[in-house]
């Protein structure tokens, strides 16, 4: 029996902190810490290698010294290992359509996938090479024909196409990145080398092709570093659907039949998720508020990890139902299907060893343990309905299953729905002789009332776009958007004095990364003193918030204080792109105990 635990492993218990009545729910299984398990999500999974339909834990390992592997537990011992050739980066076990019935398991390793059926190699795809752009095959093949080479024109060509825009393959990438002295030596070796290009697999998931069913054929759907999403045949392993996205994808959630019809939800590295439906990317795209960590599709809401240590929750259209600070940052979320209780979860596991569970918004489950948790998954396993298969960032391997006849619906640590509050009735009080009168009065005079009205919004806007263009003429707004760059500021002062902390917080709102920036401080001589004149920025990634302290210290005689003007300028620029000024409080007079 799979809860049945031996002493020495019982002495090895997690460290785990239920809260409310999880200890009623779940019990540790197993704990092994000297697994020396090095993982990321997205690779592990339960998965059923023959016929017999025994599940086993398939663990896509890293390594520590170059040596990727595929690890295969069976119960509580490590049953198999399988060398990789190459660092995993997905890993998917599904069915084929094939005649044998038997489920496969595919590796996917830079522009491979290596497919393993009764974990031995059957077949191995490569993706299909990129276009290559036709003035650099016609500059190659000019280069052939031709006995001698001038260096410089071949140089100065490929770094026009460069500056042009265009892809260059990694042959011309190469010869530019060459030393001077060494691009002859190069052209005598690679001479007769026609330029091509290939991508990189950067996630993956499954897609059932007909029936939603664990047993039935599926498809494999890969993303690239090209920003290319493919669809897979289950039969032969041919390309059946391409999608190309805006941005290179990060996370993807796969939900229905490709025959039928079925979704992909995309998280991307420039902050959006994006919505391919039935081979057509969606128009709507949902803008995050932080770079994303984890991503999961349940039914209708999408649910989002970023790097604000923040929970989002979207609708399908895009619109932001609900979002969960968390107190930690986010490590990985995955998706909890209890297929036995109906019971949908999102596990969230936290950078301070925490791993929550989520109904909703709602929490319902927590653990602890020493070590983040760096993947995790759950599904069936040795005659166990639910177990939850957890791996730690020290190497460790965790098992915790729901006990047999729990009430999981009825063991949540906080009620779901709304507070009974809710249905208490408030006691609205009479309307009054004065609330008649002013009723009457508004209906007798609405078309004065709303041409009063009309006339004074229209002022108040005329008042606010003055002074906004008066601010943006000064650049003095806290935020600036051109065709270049857009960026916001803001400024904040903590301490009572002499001595202040000046934090600010700079994200960049523009689509491409920002460079070149600095930050200059303009003050009063005689009142205060910074310990930085001036902060170079390092590259502002497109929305990541970034945050830089300066120390300024109240220096003069009299209690007063005066304003500290922060301009944000870019290289080579005369005029700041932002310029933020500080009301600086009334410093408390500097004591000296003797």
């Known amino acids: 029996c799979l809860c049945s635990l031996p002493s020495e492993m019982a002495a090895a218990a997690p460290v785990d902190t239920p809260s409310g009545v999880t200890g009623n729910v779940w019990m540790d299984t197993y704990h092994d810490p000297v697994a020396a398990i090095n993982t990321y999500p997205q690779l592990m999974t339960f998965a059923a290698l023959d016929g017999s339909g025994v599940k086993k834990l398939l663990i896509a390992d890293i390594g520590s010294r170059g040596d990727p592997s595929l690890k295969v537990w069976e119960g509580r011992s490590l049953a198999q290992t399988v060398r990789l050739q190459d660092v995993p980066v997905g890993l998917a076990a599904f069915s084929i359509a094939d005649s044998t019935g038997l489920p496969v398991v595919a590796v996917a390793t830079g522009p491979h996938i290596f497919v393993f059926r009764s974990l031995r190699p059957f077949y191995k795809f490569t993706l299909p090479s990129l276009d290559v752009s036709q003035q650099e095959v016609e500059l190659w ?101 391409k999608c190309l996205l805006p941005s290179i994808a990060a996370f993807m959630s796969v939900s229905g039949s490709y025959d039928s019809e079925y979704r992909i939800v995309v998280a991307c590295r420039n902050g959006h998720v994006y919505t391919i439906k039935n081979g057509k990317l969606s128009d709507e795209a949902i803008l995050l508020p932080a770079q994303p960590i984890g991503l999961v599709r349940t039914n209708k809401c999408v649910f989002v990890g970023c790097m604000d240590n923040t929970l989002y929750s979207y609708s399908t259209r895009g619109k932001l139902l609900w979002s969960l600070l968390m107190p930690a940052p986010i490590v990985l979320v995955e998706l909890l299907v209890y297929q036995l209780k109906a019971f949908k979860a999102i596990v969230v596991a936290l950078a301070n060893g925490d791993v929550r569970i989520y109904q909703d918004r709602n929490l319902v489950f927590t653990f602890n343990f020493a070590s983040p948790v760096v993947s995790a998954t759950f599904g069936k396993y040795l005659g166990e309905e639910g177990v939850l298969a957890l791996a730690t960032r020290s190497g460790e391997l965790f098992f915790k299953s729901i006990r047999r006849g729990a009430d999981i619906e009825g063991s949540t640590t906080v009620a779901i729905g709304p507070p009974p509050e809710q249905f208490v009735r408030i006691n609205i009080p009479a309307k009054t002789q004065l609330h008649m009168d002013q009723t009457q009065r508004e209906k007798d005079n609405c078309v004065q009332m709303h ?58 709102t523009g689509t491409l990364p920002l460079v070149g920036l600095h930050i200059f401080f303009s003050f009063d001589t005689l009142m205060y003193s910074a310990t930085q004149p001036s902060i170079r920025l390092p590259m502002l990634t497109p929305g990541v918030a970034y945050q830089f302290t300066n120390t300024i210290k109240y220096i003069g005689d009299e209690l007063t204080s005066s304003d500290v003007i922060v301009y944000l300028a870019k290289d080579g620029k005369i005029v700041p792109a932002i310029t933020a000024i500080v009301h600086m409080p009334i410093s408390e007079p500097n004591i000296t105990v003797r």
């Open 141 to 241: 093949q000019q280069l052939r024909s031709t006995e001698s080479v001038d260096l410089a024109t071949l140089t100065e060509a490929l770094m026009q196409y460069r500056e042009a825009g265009i892809t260059l393959s990694p042959l011309s990438l190469e010869f530019l990145n060459c030393a001077p002295d060494a691009r002859t030596r190069f052209l005598e070796t690679f001479k007769e080398t026609a330029p091509t290009r290939h991508s990189v697999i950067v996630c993956m998931a499954t897609l059932y092709k007909s029936v939603v069913d664990p047993m039935a054929p599926s498809c494999l759907v890969l993303a690239t570093e090209a920003s290319q999403v493919l669809v897979l045949s289950p039969s032969n392993f041919a390309v059946i659907t």
């Open 451 to 508: 041409r009063v009205f009309q006339r004074d919004l229209t002022s108040l806007r005329l008042t606010v776009g003055r002074a906004y263009l008066k601010s943006l003429g000064a650049s003095m707004a806290t935020s600036t958007t051109t065709s270049t760059h857009s960026v916001k500021m803001e400024a904040e002062v903590l301490g009572l004095g002499p001595t202040f902390q000046l934090t600010l917080n700079i994200q960049n």
